[in-house]
């Protein structure tokens, strides 16, 4: 089974495995869709959290 979340819940993102993540982000010609490592990841919330 798969489920597809949207989220902005930390506590939810906590639950879950670097492996279970996709990254979806906006640009001109559409989204795309990734898997990060966990370096990528953390590089990742580093510019796009709230601070």
């Known amino acids: 089974m798969q489920l597809?979340?949207?989220t902005q819940s930390v506590s939810?993102?906590?639950e879950?495995?670097?492996d279970d993540l996709i990254v979806v982000?906006?640009?001109k010609d559409g989204?795309?869709?990734k898997?990060?490592?966990e370096v990528?990841?953390?590089i990742w919330l580093e510019?796009?959290?709230v601070k």
Do not use: A
């Open 4 to 6: 597809i979340v949207s």
């Open 12 to 14: 939810l993102i906590n």
């Open 16 to 18: 879950c495995s670097i």
């Open 25 to 27: 982000e906006r640009e």
């Open 31 to 33: 989204s795309i869709f």
């Open 35 to 37: 898997r990060c490592k």
């Open 40 to 42: 990528d990841f953390k």
């Open 47 to 49: 510019e796009y959290s």
